[in-house]
């Protein structure tokens, strides 16, 4: 156990392990078996503001890399020319009919392991191995949802290539994340007239809102991993969340740079005249940014744009960002005239993304041709299951609520022909018998999904983002929102855009960035030359350590009740650090003061534990647990003043330090500095969200 010294008549004790242990005053028991200690000598009730001044941006360029669940890609900015956002080059590969914006995020490894590719290359390569061979290869797709959907997510985690064999997610993450650095450092340096440094790179990598701390923790250590900046520099990678830069960037866009699907009524998939389909404006944007894509250079707004010169103080509205795996809301306020953003409900979403209509198709699949037979051939010809894939996607991306036509899916012949060898019929037959009448087999090879099939692979997954946006809307803190703001690759489904302007177009603009699958990752080239545009954020979760008070009857449960030293104290009281959904500053901070619990002692460890909600009193309460642990590593403490030196029981001196922590929560990340107060200097301090 840890203790918790504070000058009011409560003492209070945290929970921790052998490796440190507090030191005990006299009006507070001494720690029971090998329990490791802390001692809070001045705690903060709540966090206190120190404002942090603007200062230029130290960095000569800022790198931004949004890493998506099913595309990928990087773009940049010098700090001298911060309203130019340069767009990285363009891809190679590619399907027929699909704006090649990004990279798909895929990644192909060697039989031993090693890099091979990654994007359009990897997955070109991976299709010409012969099959036999390809089992050997490790290819990995859509592999950023195994961080969103693992509990326990550490630095061992595994994650499974598409053949069976199984890797190290870190290794994975940081093998793409080292791919993006090769280019875009070459990148840069093409374009740029000085000789840049390793340490004029500012990095930004964005990750989804509602990924909790261990999931960014585990960017940042495959950032490091990589190669993108030191650990002994984490102040050169930020986290971004991608909602948030996608609303940083859309403070910047002008009237001609959004579609706005309030004013395009609709009727049935066309407009009420009946004279265009619902999605032909955001097709002819898109066209013409395809057109005029050689520049890659796009000119931002040094203010705010026209769009905003239409909204108040105070006005609020929501960013969905719809990507492949996830989709996430934040509810933002617009701070005038400064143009900085509060945020006014924690971030919340979940796994939505356009991958739900994929597993909705691959489940229409099972329901044809059998489970059994599908993961059969994923593992006997996983090359072709990918092709499989691919061929959905660029079909999926062309589904809309006007079209009348069938959607034709083209089988691999190795899958048609496996089936017949391996069930002893032809596909056509199992179609045939499955009853399923909205699918039907065409005799050049390809399967015909009629709009009823289309809307039923999309209906379950749209049908989530809509409630979840409604359940938001209802919250005290965000009625009245003005505008919706749907951004990421999955919001340029017609589909989606229909649904959702027939569900939410009365009660706010919708609003879509014509650009709108680089939304967040301009975003975060900004975010990058200014983190401190977002200047109040919410807590997502109650964060706190456990602690010993004061026993007092008839109050605390008396299995609480711990007899020390003749006096009674109520164990595994929850000491908040911050709240569930609290507003939290930019340069707010909470402090502690611990002291070591013995001489020579060279490290303090701090366990500490969130719960979803408020309403916790313990930390052994339902829906607490421990979640993460900070270290305080203390330095030879060298002489000590006769006034921080006391004496123990047995009357020999006891040195009496005071170690003051600090820790942020109004960053994107949470973060801990130290001091030794002592003699002034900084104490290395470190919080762990993985080793849990």
């Given amino acids: 156990m840890a203790e918790i010294l504070q000058p009011s008549t409560n003492s209070l004790q945290?929970?921790?392990?052998?490796?440190?242990?507090?030191?005990?005053?006299?009006?507070?028991?001494?720690?029971?078996?090998?329990?490791?200690s802390i001692a809070p000598l001045t705690p903060s009730p709540s966090p206190r503001t120190e404002l942090r001044p603007r200062v230029a941006c130290p960095f000569s360029v800022v790198v931004a890399i949004d890493f998506g669940t099913t595309s990928s890609g990087y773009a940049f900015s010098f700090t001298e020319d911060p309203d130019a956002i340069h767009m990285?080059?363009?891809?190679?590969?590619?399907?027929?009919?699909?704006?090649?914006?990004?990279?798909?995020?895929?990644?192909?490894?060697?039989?031993?392991?090693?890099?091979h590719s990654f994007?359009?290359?990897?997955?070109?390569?991976?299709?010409?191995?012969?099959?036999?061979?390809?089992?050997?290869?490790?290819?990995?797709?859509?592999?950023?949802?195994?961080?969103?959907?693992?509990?326990?997510?550490?630095?061992?985690?595994?994650?499974?290539?598409?053949?069976?064999?199984?890797?190290?997610?870190?290794?994975?993450?940081?093998?793409?994340?080292?791919?993006?650095?090769?280019?875009?450092?070459?990148?840069?340096?093409?374009?740029?007239?000085?000789?840049l440094e390793g340490n004029d790179v500012r990095w930004v990598i964005t990750v989804p809102a509602v990924w909790r701390q261990?999931?960014?923790q585990f960017m940042r250590e495959a950032a490091y991993l990589a190669g993108l900046v030191s650990p002994d520099s984490p102040e050169q990678l930020l986290i971004a969340l991608e909602p948030e830069a996608a609303s940083i960037y859309c403070r910047k866009l002008r009237l001609h740079q959004v579609i706005d699907l309030s004013q395009r009524p609709i009727t049935n998939g066309l407009d009420l005249d009946g004279s265009r389909p619902f999605d032909s404006s955001f097709?002819?944007?898109?066209?013409?940014?395809?057109?005029?894509?050689?520049?890659?250079?796009?000119?931002?707004?040094?203010?705010?744009g026209e769009l905003w010169s239409e909204m108040q103080t105070g006005d609020k509205y929501i960013v969905a960002d719809c990507g492949g795996g996830t989709v996430d809301l934040t509810v933002h306020q617009i701070e005038q005239p400064q143009g900085t953003l509060k945020e006014l409900y924690k971030a919340s979403g979940g796994p939505y993304g356009a991958v739900g209509v994929d597993l909705a198709f691959e489940a229409m699949?099972?329901?044809?041709?059998?489970?059994?037979?599908?993961?059969?051939?994923?593992?006997?010809?996983?090359?072709?299951?990918?092709d499989l894939t691919i061929a959905f996607e660029a079909r999926k991306r062309t589904a809309s609520p006007g079209r009348a036509s069938a959607l034709n899916i083209s089988l691999p012949f190795s899958f048609i022909d496996f089936y017949k060898r391996h069930c002893g019929q032809s596909v056509e037959t199992a179609l045939r018998k499955s009853n399923m009448n909205i699918v039907k087999w065409s005799s050049q090879g390809m399967l015909r999904l009629t709009t009823e099939a289309m809307n039923e692979l999309f209906q379950p997954t749209i049908s989530n983002i809509i409630k979840h946006i409604e359940n938001l809307m209802q919250k005290e803190?965000?009625?009245?929102?003005?505008?919706?703001?749907?951004?990421?690759?999955?919001?340029?489904?017609?589909?989606?855009?229909?649904?959702?302007?027939?569900?939410?177009?009365?009660?706010?603009?919708?609003?879509?960035?014509q650009d709108v699958g680089l939304t967040i990752l301009k975003g975060a080239v900004l975010f990058g030359l200014d983190p401190t545009v977002v200047r109040v954020r919410r807590c997502p979760l109650t964060y706190g350590v456990g602690v010993l008070n004061r026993f007092v009857e008839g109050h605390h449960p008396r299995d609480k009740l711990l007899i020390k030293d003749g006096r009674e104290w109520c164990t595994d009281i929850l000491d908040r650090f911050v709240s569930v959904d609290q507003s939290v500053a930019l340069g707010e901070v909470v402090r502690r003061s611990y002291t070591p619990a013995r001489v020579g002692q060279r490290k303090i460890i701090i366990n500490i534990y969130c719960s979803s909600t408020d309403d916790v009193v313990y930390i052994t309460d339902p829906g607490?647990?421990?979640?993460?642990?900070?270290?305080?590593?203390?330095?030879?403490?060298?002489?000590?003043?006769?006034?921080?030196?006391?004496?123990?029981?047995?009357?020999?001196?006891?040195?009496?330090?005071?170690?003051?922590?600090?820790?942020?929560?109004?960053?994107?990340?949470?973060?801990?500095?130290?001091?030794?107060?002592?003699?002034?200097r900084q104490v290395r301090a470190s919080i762990d969200f993985l080793s849990n």
Avoid at 646 to 666: P, V, W
């Fill in 214 to 216: 261990p999931a960014k």
């Fill in 14 to 36: 945290v929970p921790g392990n052998d490796r440190s242990v507090s030191t005990s005053p006299s009006s507070s028991p001494s720690p029971s078996r090998n329990d490791c």
């Fill in 624 to 680: 607490v647990r421990k979640c993460g642990a900070i270290t305080l590593d203390l330095p030879e403490p060298g002489a000590v003043a006769a006034s921080s030196s006391s004496t123990n029981g047995n009357g020999a001196a006891f040195e009496r330090r005071e170690i003051r922590a600090t820790m942020q929560f109004g960053d994107t990340e949470i973060k801990v500095t130290a001091v030794d107060v002592l003699t002034g």
């Fill in 365 to 386: 699949l099972c329901q044809i041709f059998g489970a059994d037979f599908i993961e059969t051939f994923k593992v006997k010809r996983p090359a072709a299951w990918v």
């Fill in 119 to 195: 994007g359009f290359a990897a997955r070109d390569s991976y299709h010409d191995l012969d099959p036999e061979e390809a089992r050997l290869w490790l290819y990995f797709d859509k592999f950023k949802m195994k961080i969103h959907s693992t509990s326990d997510l550490t630095m061992v985690t595994e994650l499974e290539s598409v053949s069976g064999r199984r890797v190290r997610a870190i290794e994975v993450f940081a093998h793409a994340l080292r791919f993006f650095r090769k280019h875009a450092l070459k990148e840069v340096k093409d374009q740029s007239s000085s000789v």
């Fill in 477 to 513: 803190e965000v009625k009245g929102v003005r505008f919706l703001f749907l951004v990421g690759g999955f919001a340029e489904s017609p589909m989606l855009q229909r649904a959702v302007q027939n569900a939410l177009g009365q009660h706010c603009r919708i609003i879509i960035p």
């Fill in 88 to 115: 990285m080059r363009r891809w190679e590969g590619g399907d027929p009919g699909v704006a090649n914006q990004k990279s798909p995020t895929c990644l192909l490894l060697t039989p031993d392991l090693r890099f």
């Fill in 283 to 304: 097709r002819q944007a898109r066209e013409q940014l395809r057109r005029a894509r050689h520049s890659r250079t796009f000119l931002v707004e040094s203010g705010t």
